[in-house]
């Protein structure tokens, strides 16, 4: 059984900083990927980013340059530091872990979720003006 908990969010103003933490564990957990989610109420879910076991990230176009997505192996633990938050980003943030799909003669992580096998129960950031 595969387990991933959340931690690190909360209520940050406007251009702060959080940094959510995602502990897995389970036997023989080795994904090939990882990656963080989120969803405002009443809007769809969106992949915030994602790594593979290699360290090759991908950021949603919304986050690029503001968040950064990392992960200890020996700790089986990945991390999303977000800074320059801004209020469209809050949102339930749920870290999932997964496989990688074959996409233009190579293999990758993608940000729909479709490929992630296994779910947080999420954790809530909420960002005040």
């Known amino acids: 059984q595969v387990q991933l908990v959340e931690s690190g969010g909360g209520s940050v103003q406007s251009g702060g900083s959080l940094r959510l933490s995602c502990a897995a564990s389970g036997h023989t957990f080795s994904p090939h990927c990882m990656g963080w989610f989120r969803q405002a109420p009443g809007k769809e879910r969106e992949g915030v980013a994602v790594?593979?076991?290699?360290?090759?990230?991908s950021y949603a176009d919304s986050v690029k340059g503001r968040f950064t997505i990392s992960q200890d192996n020996a700790k089986n633990t990945q991390y999303l530091q977000m800074n320059s938050l801004k209020p469209e980003g809050a949102a339930m943030y749920y870290c999932a872990a997964g496989r990688s799909g074959y996409y233009s003669g190579g293999y990758y992580c993608v940000r729909d979720g479709s490929l992630m096998d296994y779910w947080g129960k999420g954790d809530l950031v909420t960002i005040s003006s």
């Open positions: 790594i593979d076991s290699d360290g090759s990230t």
